[in-house]
């Protein structure tokens, strides 16, 4: 189980910064450090436990990038513009006898080259002419030639510890011959909403209710990013219910997501039973939207708990806990790509708190533009699927116009 290696503050009812409050938790969390080796053909999402190294060159020959015909580039170079074709090397088919001097070799795409041979001419532009080889009066020396660990060369460090894995490093790994590799094993968790309000998908819906969004959402992020998740449900607000729920996850869970009891309301009893057997560690966060939100212990077992209302829980799960995630599951925390662009609305806000609006980035007269939804409460969620990314404001903004260059993060980017 995942724990911190040590009590970091509490923050108490002050307000606290979005960097701050994170980076104390990251810097007291440590990675859960359960590995194994699995098949590189199940290892997609999975978290690299130890950096790995080259055994072989990429490509492990010289080879043809065209189909074409191989010559000496040196003995062209004084004049020679006819070559005797004296045979064919085709991939997995090399052409293996001793290449004399002023000869050619026919070469197809990928093919082992043959000793002398560092030039290829494209098929289409020689002249055949009673198997001789007459070259186009201009070329480049090393043409279509593909050099022996050109891609990837022996001993080099093809991926870092905590790299996570993409399909296109299945692909490199595959190229390398490695079929298994150490990794992380994924992050086991717990996931549940809080409220009587709350009515599971599909069933009748009564009188003062809604239907449970939250849960499904940060259900299928989690599955997305590769997590393994125990969902709990939809834990009414009991005191007796809700602690025997949060006693078995956390004995059988690395952490504890919950979506809403974490306000000072009378039937809020999240915090309450956290610090009954824990500690809460950050509580108001000064960003909009996004409080409450809770970070603490129970029984040993981290727990974060995300605002009850959709459009906040989607914003601090992407910019709160997933952070949080990466790190506990031993993933390289690498700077997000920030990148300013122009507005084309007007907004005002409060100094002091720094805002994530939803937003989506279009061609305006061939210019990156940043446009806003329509509705910004924390409880908007249709604004999520509409967006493309977060405009992301900080705490010295009051004002925004058309024109003004706003900082822009991609969901794309804090997925992926």
Not at 194 to 207: A, F, M, Q, R
Not at 229 to 236: A, E, P, S, W
Request: glycine share 8%; proline share 4%.
């Amino acid at each position: 189980m995942t724990q911190l290696t040590k009590d970091i503050e509490v923050f108490g009812n002050k307000l606290i910064k979005l960097d701050s409050a994170i980076n104390k938790i990251k810097n007291n969390i440590k990675c859960h450090q359960r590995i194994e080796s699995i098949n590189i053909k199940y290892s997609l999402n999975r978290i690299i436990a130890s950096q790995i190294k080259s055994t072989i060159n990429v490509p492990a020959y010289s080879n043809s990038a065209v189909d074409g015909y191989a010559i000496n580039y040196k003995e062209y170079s004084k004049g020679i513009r006819k070559f005797n074709i004296i045979g064919k090397s085709s991939a997995g088919h090399p052409f293996e006898d001793k290449v004399k001097k002023f000869s050619s070799v026919r070469v197809l795409t990928g093919a082992m080259l043959p000793s002398r041979l560092d030039t290829i001419l494209m098929e289409e532009d020689c002249v055949i002419k009673d198997n001789t080889l007459i070259t186009p009066n201009k070329v480049k020396k090393g043409i279509n030639y593909r050099y022996l660990g050109e891609d990837i060369k022996k001993n080099t460090i093809v991926f870092k510890q905590g790299h996570k894995i993409r399909p296109q490093d299945i692909g490199v790994l595959s190229s390398l011959g490695i079929k298994n590799i150490k990794t992380y094993k994924p992050l086991k968790l717990a996931i549940f909403s809080s409220g009587d309000e709350l009515t599971d998908i599909g069933n009748p819906l009564k009188k003062g209710h809604i239907y449970d969004s939250n849960r499904e959402m940060i259900k299928g992020f989690l599955i997305k990013l590769g997590y393994q998740v125990n969902d709990l449900g939809i834990l009414k607000d009991n005191i007796k219910v809700i602690e025997k729920k949060l006693s078995k996850a956390s004995m059988d869970n690395d952490l504890i997501i919950t979506s809403g009891g974490m306000s000072l309301g009378d039937e809020d009893h999240i915090k309450k039973i956290i610090e009954k057997k824990g500690k809460i560690h950050a509580w108001r966060l000064s960003i909009k939207p996004g409080r409450p939100v809770g970070y603490g212990i129970y029984n040993k077992c981290p727990i974060i708990g995300l605002p009850g209302n959709p459009g906040a829980a989607f914003v601090t799960f992407l910019m709160v806990a997933l952070p949080i995630l990466k790190k506990m599951s031993g993933q390289l925390l690498n700077k997000y790509n920030i990148v300013p662009i122009i507005s084309d609305f007007n907004y005002s806000k409060k100094k002091g708190r720094k805002e994530f609006i939803r937003v989506k980035i279009i061609n305006k007269n061939n210019k990156l533009t940043m446009s806003k939804f329509p509705k910004v409460g924390a409880g908007i969620l249709t604004s999520a699927t509409w967006a493309t990314g977060l405009g992301i404001l900080d705490e010295d903004i009051e004002k925004i116009i058309p024109g003004d260059k706003i900082n822009y993060l991609s969901f794309n980017e804090i997925i992926n």
